[in-house]
């Protein structure tokens, strides 16, 4: 490769839209898919990519891939299979912490193979929480090794993450700008990475299996156990008390004031309900008015209630009479939700976000960083991480959940699921996977096969899949993937890749090189998101191989592997989506995830050099 090109200034804009990239991923002052954006209108004011290959990302096959694996993933938990999976796992596990642990986290790992990492954990939240509320186990005991399994078993095919997904179409884009001479570079089959995957897997298992118990936060009596129980919850949120009834007299002064009004009384308890005229409702909106002969329904200790009731001239109801349907636990209760790094609810307290009159949503506290906030509660600006306790009604919490904005992590009836449809999806999936094997169709006609057999069996409905789809995420990669085509284009990548030659030792190890683009990646990956690094250092990598002698497929994997491999901050969403419900703070994730991200680099070298 020639060193010497020169630094033109397309180059320039090109390597400037990267650094501008990092800066805004490392500072999060922007929502990502903004700044995707913005990167790609300046692609084409710029005419670095031609205007009718500016929306190109759209229409590849890796963003197709990825809307395919979320639905597929979808219609597999319509049908309950994950609830079985729960039960396998307990059945099989037989109370022994250690058994369960290492069970849970096989199966999670190789089930986000064949689904997105960040849908996986969401999917194994509830069977974590599940586990947990029937062995006692501790939280973080179960979902750390937990989500360190699925963000490798990711790497187990090609469709399992996004850098790996987004692969094939940045090594086949690359063959354009290729020297003359050099081999085409192939797209990688569906199983390609399997060994290496099979192999990071196996590590990780073992690492929390024969580590765990030195790395792993150990139990702590304030570590979230999500559970649906009255004990649980008057244990880790002071959430103690009954339902109780509270009719308002013509003396209350609580006559013509607003729910939001009354429940910032002093001694006021939980306001759950409220009954006016024949209207009931749970998680009444904080402008709805109280009226003489209105019903409310609250929650707390008896005699404090009672001296509330007292104080404000509210005849107390001996038992429920009008709320005993609505708080009935297989129709309504309390949950818990943790919010994760895209939701629109960060930096938004509860009165503005409305979430009682939007989504009939009652929020009770606030679990943030083991602190529990419960004073002024609907005032305080929810951040990424924190662990809501919500009160709803199941469909209504259901509902709500299809925003992505917050995934539940306690067990609760959810919307309809269609357990008769098991074995047809099963089947569906299986032929799906069986096509992109053996088969020399794409992968993502291949995957969009099974989404069509799923909608026209009725195991998914057409709303259920568009809901499925994490459209920021698709957003942000499809945005992204011209600013690797400009990288390649323009010469940028050739030109960092010759310079760094340069600068290097004569007589350097080819393993020694890869090992440096591995651990260099991950950094990368630490400060902006896995996607951005795997678009940015692709074709850097496949420019660096042909410099020095190298195999590109075998540079450009070492990236797309390497950049999912963090265990420890919330770049990566797996990540940041766990550290809420286990209650770990960041030294617990650096002090269990930092040695395995040395595994894992070593690991991807090594097998590299064996398999090419």
């Not at 059945?91 to 960040?118: C, D, F, M, P, Y």
Request: charged share 15%; net charge neutral.
């Amino acid at each position: 490769m020639d060193s010497s090109l020169a630094l033109t200034n397309d180059m320039l804009l090109v390597l400037g839209l990267v650094a501008f990239t990092m800066v805004m991923f490392l500072f999060e002052r922007i929502r990502g898919d903004v700044v995707s954006l913005v990167v790609l209108v300046a692609l084409g004011l710029t005419g670095l990519v031609a205007p009718e290959d500016l929306f190109g990302g759209f229409s590849s096959g890796a963003v197709m891939n990825v809307i395919a694996s979320m639905i597929l993933g979808a219609g597999l938990d319509r049908t309950g299979a994950l609830n079985r999976l729960a039960g396998w796992l307990l059945q099989h596990a037989k109370g022994v912490e250690s058994r369960l642990v290492l069970l849970a986290s096989a199966v999670a790992g190789l089930n986000s193979s064949i689904i997105q990492n960040t849908a996986t954990t969401a999917l194994y939240l509830p069977v974590a929480s599940r586990l947990t509320a029937r062995t006692g186990i501790s939280l973080s005991r179960v979902l750390v090794p937990m989500s360190a399994a699925i963000i490798v078993g990711g790497s187990l095919t090609m469709v399992g993450n996004s850098p790996l997904i987004l692969l094939n179409d940045l090594l086949v884009s690359a063959n354009a700008n290729m020297p003359s001479g050099a081999a085409t570079l192939e797209p990688l089959k569906m199983f390609a990475p399997l060994p290496i995957g099979l192999a990071l897997l196996a590590a990780s298992l073992a690492y929390f299996h024969f580590f765990g118990h030195r790395v792993l936060p150990d139990a702590r009596d304030d570590a979230v156990t999500p559970a649906r129980t009255q004990s649980y919850f008057a244990r880790a949120y002071g959430l103690e008390g009954d339902i109780h009834e509270l009719t308002v007299t013509a003396d209350s002064p609580l006559v013509g004031m607003s729910v939001g009004d009354a429940e910032s009384q002093v001694g006021a308890p939980l306001l759950l309900a409220l009954q006016t005229g024949t209207e009931s409702r749970l998680a009444p909106p904080a402008d709805a008015r109280i009226w003489v002969g209105s019903v409310l329904g609250v929650m707390g200790e008896r005699g404090a209630i009672a001296d509330f009731a007292q104080k404000n001239f509210l005849r107390l109801s001996s038992r429920l009479r009008v709320f005993g349907d609505l708080f009935n636990p297989s129709r309504a209760g309390i949950s818990e939700a943790v919010v994760p790094p895209n939701s629109k609810f960060i930096g938004k307290p509860q009165a503005q976000l409305r979430l009682r009159k939007q989504f009939g949503l009652s929020l009770l506290a606030i679990n943030r960083d083991k602190h529990v906030l419960r004073e002024d509660v609907r005032n305080i600006p929810i951040r990424a991480g924190d662990m809501l306790v919500l009160h709803s009604i199941w469909i209504d919490l259901a509902e709500a959940a299809k925003s992505r904005d917050f995934v539940v992590v306690t067990d609760y009836p959810k919307g309809e699921q269609r357990p008769h449809k098991f074995k047809i999806a099963m089947a569906i999936f299986a032929v799906s996977m069986l096509m992109a094997l053996v088969s020399t169709i794409p992968t993502s006609i291949a995957l969009m096969t099974g989404v069509a057999g799923m909608l026209v069996t009725g195991v998914l409905k057409m709303d259920e899949a568009y809901a499925a789809i994490s459209w920021k995420t698709v957003f942000l990669m499809a945005c992204l993937i011209p600013l690797g085509w400009a990288m390649d284009s323009s010469g940028a990548a050739a030109w960092v890749a010759g310079h760094t030659i340069d600068r290097m030792p004569e007589g350097v190890p080819l393993w020694l090189i890869e090992l440096a683009l591995a651990l260099f990646t991950t950094l990368f990956g630490l400060v902006i998101s896995h996607v951005g690094a795997t678009i940015v250092l692709v074709p850097l990598a496949i420019n660096l191989a042909l410099a020095v002698g190298g195999d590109p497929t075998a540079f450009a994997l070492i990236v797309a592997l390497s950049a999912s491999n963090n265990f420890m901050t919330a770049s990566n969403p797996s990540v940041a989506m766990v550290t809420g419900p286990t209650g770990c703070t960041s030294a617990d994730m650096w002090r269990s995830g930092g040695p395995l991200t040395l595994i894992y680099t070593a690991i991807i070298v090594v097998m590299i050099n064996i398999m090419f």
